[in-house]
């Protein structure tokens, strides 16, 4: 039998040390009733029996102290931030595919001060109870936005959601799962497991590998897709750290600073759609350049 609990051991080996030994007033009146001391036992042996069931019923879930064995999922609150910027006309429909995925708490919408209408869609929005949108009084960037959701947020862990329809939420119960069941604090949806060639640019390929190799140089990770999208935290991991990146710096510096905390980065495979410039993409050369800065500096 295991106990969790200094204290409920010592109570236990007292019962068994009284159990073991005679009464006071066996030993100081040896006419006592054999029938009287053979209750005392039984109640001591019961009292053994019950304290041995209940540790046994508190192991099952976890322990005392609240925490699952490694590989048991454990119901954990979720928190989807998304960053929007001009998605008026994408917007709403990645909130309720979110929705029908029902693994949120809550979903947290930063608005970088679009121009497009997105504002009057996210009013709309707001109206449901597990909704809430920040609004950016100027345009600060991608980064920025996701700082603001990021303070925004209760739940214990944290999950990045684009408010384009690149990225399915589809795959994000997927990404929960090693997290809910103890395996990892971050992980990383990567779009070039399993099928490379989801973006059929070379350029933004080759982009991406040459982003991700030198991250990978400098924070000691073995990542395929440093630049994605889908990462999750346990929120623990993000209150660790001092983001500053304004805009697509934010990939680079979370990847250093969640390694130089020293976890590892678990990758698994997602789908993706991608766009083009004519569609809204937004990332661009400059970006690319400061990721290499941003790389450099937060090694």
């Known amino acids: 039998m295991t106990?969790?609990?200094?204290?409920?051991?010592?109570?236990?080996?007292?019962?068994?040390a009284?159990?073991?030994?005679?009464?006071?007033?066996?030993?100081?009146?040896?006419t006592a009733s054999p029938t009287s001391d053979l209750q005392y036992v039984e109640r001591i042996n019961r009292t053994l029996d019950d304290a041995e069931t209940t540790l046994r019923e508190a192991e099952d879930v976890g322990g005392l102290q609240g925490e699952a064995p490694c590989g048991v999922a454990q119901k954990l609150s979720v928190a989807i931030v998304i960053p929007a910027f001009n998605e008026r006309d994408t917007i709403a429909a990645i909130v309720e595919r979110v929705r029908q995925i029902g693994i949120h708490d809550e979903i947290v919408i930063v608005d970088d001060y679009s121009t497009d209408?997105?504002?009057?869609?996210?009013?709309?929005?707001?109206?449901?109870?597990?909704?809430?949108?920040?609004?950016?009084?100027y345009n600060r960037g991608k980064g920025a936005a996701l700082r603001?959701?990021?303070?925004?947020?209760?739940?214990?862990?944290?999950?990045?959601q684009d408010a384009d329809l690149e990225y399915d939420p589809s795959d994000l119960?997927?990404?929960?799962?090693?997290?809910?069941?103890?395996?990892?604090?971050?992980?990383?949806?990567?779009?070039?497991?399993?099928?490379?060639?989801?973006?059929?640019?070379?350029?933004?390929?080759?982009?991406?590998?040459?982003l991700t190799t030198a991250s990978n140089l400098a924070t000691g990770q073995r990542l395929t897709d440093m630049e994605t999208c889908?990462?999750?935290?346990?929120?623990?991991?993000?209150d660790q750290i001092d983001?500053?990146?304004?805009?697509?710096g934010f990939e680079p510096e979370i990847t250093a600073k969640v390694s130089r905390l020293g976890y590892k980065i678990l990758e698994l495979p997602i789908s993706y759609n991608s766009r083009g410039y004519e569609e809204g993409k937004k990332i661009g050369v400059r970006d690319a350049i400061n990721a290499f800065w941003c790389i450099a500096r937060y090694r």
Request: net charge neutral; hydrophobic share 35%; glycine share 8%.
């Open 3 to 16: 106990y969790s609990t200094p204290t409920e051991q010592d109570e236990a080996l007292k019962l068994k």
């Open 18 to 30: 009284s159990s073991a030994s005679p009464t006071p007033d066996s030993k100081s009146n040896p």
């Open 117 to 137: 209408g997105t504002r009057d869609v996210l009013l709309e929005l707001a109206k449901a109870d597990d909704v809430r949108i920040e609004m950016h009084g």
């Open 148 to 160: 603001t959701g990021f303070r925004c947020v209760q739940s214990d862990v944290v999950m990045i």
């Open 173 to 210: 119960p997927g990404l929960l799962e090693p997290i809910a069941r103890g395996e990892a604090d971050v992980v990383y949806g990567s779009r070039f497991l399993g099928n490379p060639h989801q973006d059929p640019s070379r350029l933004h390929r080759f982009g991406n590998w040459l």
């Open 230 to 238: 889908y990462k999750a935290f346990r929120r623990t991991v993000l």
């Open 243 to 248: 983001l500053e990146q304004e805009r697509f």
